[in-house]
């Protein structure tokens, strides 16, 4: 009898719906990710179809990043209040929308407003709602679970270009477009419709831990906003999420002009950028398992260390081999850094207001990415080389490693279940720091 039970729990282990809304969120990541990291496929032919410069051409995407990183911290707090469903399908539809007001675009400006700020609004309304609710199904394994739904993002960053370019040669950029924003619909809408807030609703703690008999649902507990924003470790981890992303998104802007600098052809240093959504993609799945046992905060500062030591190693690569090993390095440690980013969010601010702190770290790091490839083209344009633009970004990395090192090591995992015994008359604890 007592074997059968044994197996039964196993079973139930094995099925835990939580995985299911792991892939969910890879497939709304898939969707998302993958249209902002095609526009390079649309580069040439939108600069060519307004007679644009390519400083103006860029700034679309620059739109796109910085409204994406702002609009995560009301899309989190919606999502606190509201079912995240609601907020990934609504983000869904506005990119769906967006790529096809693009399609009707007549001056460059157009694009500004449809693409920069309307896909960029949708993304973000599809970012942090969905990695939020990943963080309220797992505890013990919550660096596996983030690692593996934002893979999603890797995986768009590969397929997606490669499709947009295809469409492009068959159809023209305005009925790719449409098409992609079809294909967005058909995998975002279904991935949205699979969230559910937490595993309270299924009679379940985080991880698949089955509730006592006679439990009844609660609003999570937690810190009060407020606090939380006065809390020394979420300040550290606001400001470790804006040096990280400085450095960051250096080599995805200036890694192709690096290679043309050392005679490598453009459409052969394009490939560079795929081999870090490659490495990404290991990383991503790699050291979200590692993170679980070692600790997600030492993770962190380990990942962050070896980004910095990738981009330092950047510099003395000259040839397509080294440049190619350099775009693996960096896609690992990256692809590690960024699910690491709300996972440690949740281990030190987990609660009710969850979607609003993931939302409001993610935030600098719209402004880090802007900032860092800004400023490795200035250093360029005055020094004439990406030497110094590159170390730059390597010290970021650095400076970020110490914020993470600052911060107190988290309190002991607890299950944040929304949950109370029926016989009881508060709500759970959970355990998060409050104000230093």
Not at 64 to 83: E, H, K, P, Q
Not at 266 to 283: D, H, K, Q
Not at 305 to 311: F, G, M, P
Not at 409 to 431: D, L, Q, R
């Amino acid at each position: 009898m007592a074997g059968q039970v044994a197996a039964a729990e196993q079973r139930e282990a094995r099925l835990f719906h939580g995985w299911v809304i792991v892939g969910a969120v890879f497939l709304a990541m898939f969707a998302g990710f993958g249209i902002s990291y095609s526009f390079s496929a649309f580069f040439t032919s939108l600069k060519e179809e307004f007679d644009a410069s390519r400083g103006a051409v860029s700034l679309v995407f620059s739109i796109t990043t910085l409204v994406y990183c702002f609009v995560g911290v009301g899309a989190g707090l919606l999502a606190d209040r509201i079912a995240p469903r609601r907020i990934v399908i609504a983000g869904v539809g506005l990119v769906a929308l967006g790529l096809a007001a693009t399609s009707q675009a007549q001056e460059l400006w157009h694009v500004y407003v449809t693409y920069g700020f309307v896909v960029g609004l949708g993304i973000g309304c599809i970012y942090v709602p969905a990695i939020g609710t990943v963080q309220r199904w797992f505890v013990r394994k919550r660096g596996t679970a983030s690692g593996l739904a934002v893979t999603g993002i890797g995986a768009g960053t590969l397929s997606f270009p490669i499709l947009a370019a295809a469409l492009i040669d068959q159809f023209g950029w305005r009925d790719s477009y449409l098409l992609l924003a079809a294909v967005v619909l058909a995998v975002g809408l279904p991935a949205g419709l699979l969230l559910e807030r937490s595993p309270a609703a299924r009679g379940l703690h985080p991880d698949g831990d089955r509730m006592p008999a006679g439990t009844v649902t609660a609003a999570p507990a937690g810190l009060p906003l407020r606090s939380i924003l006065r809390a020394r470790d979420f300040q550290l981890l606001c400001w470790a999420s804006l040096a990280m992303s400085f450095g960051f998104m250096v080599p995805f802007v200036h890694l192709v002009p690096y290679a043309e600098d050392h005679g490598i052809a453009r459409s052969t240093g394009s490939v560079l950028i795929g081999c870090i959504g490659v490495g990404s993609i290991l990383g991503r799945v790699v050291t979200g398992r590692a993170a679980d046992r070692v600790g997600r905060r030492t993770a962190m500062m380990g990942s962050l260390i070896l980004i910095a030591l990738s981009l330092f190693a950047w510099t003395l690569a000259t040839e397509l081999w080294s440049l190619v090993a350099f775009a693996l390095a960096f896609g690992a440690f990256y692809g590690a850094a960024v699910p690491l980013n709300p996972a440690l969010a949740a281990d030190y601010f987990n609660g009710r207001n969850l979607g609003a702190v993931i939302g409001l770290i993610t935030a600098p790091g719209g402004v880090g990415s802007l900032l860092g490839p800004l400023l490795a083209g200035v250093l360029y344009d005055q020094s004439g080389t990406y030497a110094v633009g590159i170390a730059m970004a390597g010290g970021m990395n650095v400076l970020a490693a110490g914020f993470i090192l600052l911060m107190r090591p988290p309190a002991p995992a607890h299950s944040v279940t929304g949950s109370v015994p029926a016989t009881a008359g508060a709500s759970t604890s959970t355990h998060t720091r409050g104000p230093a």
